[in-house]
C-alpha cells in the first residue's frame, strides 16, 4: 500500500522581501527533518499515528515555530500551548489545551488519546495526567525566546492580540504546526500543535486543541490540519466540514478545502490555510493568505519544500 506524510508550519503574512537566506535555510532544513522523520516511520511500517506525532514533534523542538519552543507568550507572559491529534482509524482522538510546562504537547494528546478514556483535557488537569504518565516537568524558561519576548512588547504597546509586527520575516504569521499522514496499511491520522496568538488572556484557546475545527482525521475520507487565526477555523468548524464535503458531496479533497479557505473563511476575513489528505495519500496545500511553511513527501517518495502561496 503507498503511504504518504504532509507537514505544515504555520500560514499568514510571510513575505519574500523580508526573508533572509539564512533564516529560509533554517526554517527549510527544520521542515525537512521533520517530513523525514514522518516518513522514516512510515516507510519502516510504522502508523500514521506514529509519523503524524514524530514529525510535529520535530517542528515543536524548533524554536522557528509557534509551538512548543518558540510558543508565543501571553498577556502574562508565561507559554500556554494546545494540541490534538487523531487517527482515522476508529476516529480515536485526543487533546489537550492550556498545558505550562510539556516539552512535546503532541505527544501529551497522544497519550490522552491513547491512555486515558478522554478525548479533551485542559490546564492543570492535563498536566496532573501527564506527570501520572511519565512525562517530564519542563520549566517555562525552556520556551522563552526573546523574539516571542519583543513580540509581545510590540502587541501589547498596541493593545492587539494577534500577529502583526513586522520585526521578523513572518511576524505576522500564525506558526502552528501540524501533520497528516497516511501510512501502509490504509490508515490516515492528522496531529496539530500550537502557542495559540500572542498576548492572549483569559484562558484563551483557539481550533489546534479543538478536534474538528483544527483536526479530523477519517479512513478513507481525509486527514487534515489547519492553521490560521483559531476564531475563524472554530466557528466554521473547518477540518470537520472539509471532510463533511467530501463524505456528503463527493467533493475531491482539493475542492473541499479550496471551498472552505478560499470561500466560507475567507469571505468572513479569516486568514489561513490548511493541509488534507486524501484516502491514496495526496497531498493537498490551501492557503489564503501569502505563505504557508509546508512540506510533503509523496507516495513515490518525492519530497517537496514550500513556503510561499505562488510556489506549486
Ligand atoms: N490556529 C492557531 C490558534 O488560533 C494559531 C496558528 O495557527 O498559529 O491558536
Excluded at 74 to 97: L, P, Y
Excluded at 206 to 215: E, K, L, M, P, R
Aim: glycine share 12%; proline share 2%.
Amino acid at each position: 500500500m503507498p503511504f504518504s506524510i504532509a507537514i505544515h508550519g504555520g500560514a499568514g503574512t510571510i513575505l519574500r522581501e523580508q526573508m533572509t537566506p539564512e533564516l529560509q535555510r533554517e526554517i527549510e532544513a527544520a521542515l525537512e527533518k521533520s517530513v523525514r522523520a514522518g516518513q522514516d516511520i512510515l516507510s519502516s511500517g510504522g502508523s500514521a499515528v506514529d509519523a503524524v506525532t514524530a514529525a510535529v514533534k520535530v517542528l515543536e523542538d524548533s524554536p522557528h515555530f509557534n509551538a512548543g519552543r518558540g510558543s508565543v507568550l501571553t498577556h502574562r507572559e508565561m507559554v500556554e500551548m494546545d494540541a490534538s491529534i487523531m487517527s482515522g482509524k476508529g476516529k480515536n482522538a485526543g487533546a489537550i489545551a492550556g498545558v505550562k510546562h510539556i516539552r512535546n504537547p503532541i505527544e501529551l494528546a497522544k497519550a490522552v488519546m491513547e491512555d486515558s478514556e478522554h478525548v479533551f483535557l485542559i490546564g492543570e488537569g492535563a498536566e496532573s495526567f501527564a506527570f501520572e504518565h511519565d512525562f517530564l516537568y519542563t520549566e517555562q524558561d525552556y520556551f522563552y525566546t526573546d523574539r516571542r519576548y519583543d513580540q509581545l512588547q510590540s502587541m501589547k504597546e498596541k493593545g492587539l492580540f494577534a500577529l502583526s509586527e513586522f520585526r521578523y520575516p513572518d511576524d505576522n504569521k500564525y506558526g502552528t504546526v501540524g501533520a497528516v499522514a497516511l501510512d501502509q496499511y490504509g490508515d490516515l491520522a492528522a496531529a496539530t500543535s500550537t502557542g495559540g496568538i500572542t498576548n492572549k488572556q483569559y484562558g484563551r484557546v483557539g481550533d489546534s486543541a479543538v478536534i474538528g475545527a483544527g483536526t479530523w482525521a477519517e479512513n478513507q475520507v481525509v486527514a487534515v490540519s489547519t492553521t490560521g487565526m483559531g476564531e475563524y477555523f472554530l466557528q466554521e468548524n473547518v477540518a470537520a466540514d472539509l471532510a463533511a464535503r467530501v463524505r456528503y458531496l463527493n467533493e475531491t479533497v482539493g475542492q473541499a478545502a479550496d471551498h472552505i479557505i478560499q470561500g466560507e473563511l475567507k469571505d468572513r476575513g479569516g486568514e489561513g490555510g490548511l493541509i488534507a489528505m486524501d484516502k491514496s495519500g495526496n497531498a493537498y496545500f490551501a492557503m489564503n493568505s501569502s505563505g504557508m511553511y509546508r512540506a510533503s513527501i509523496d507516495p513515490r517518495g518525492k519530497c517537496k519544500i514550500r513556503i510561499y502561496a505562488d510556489q506549486d
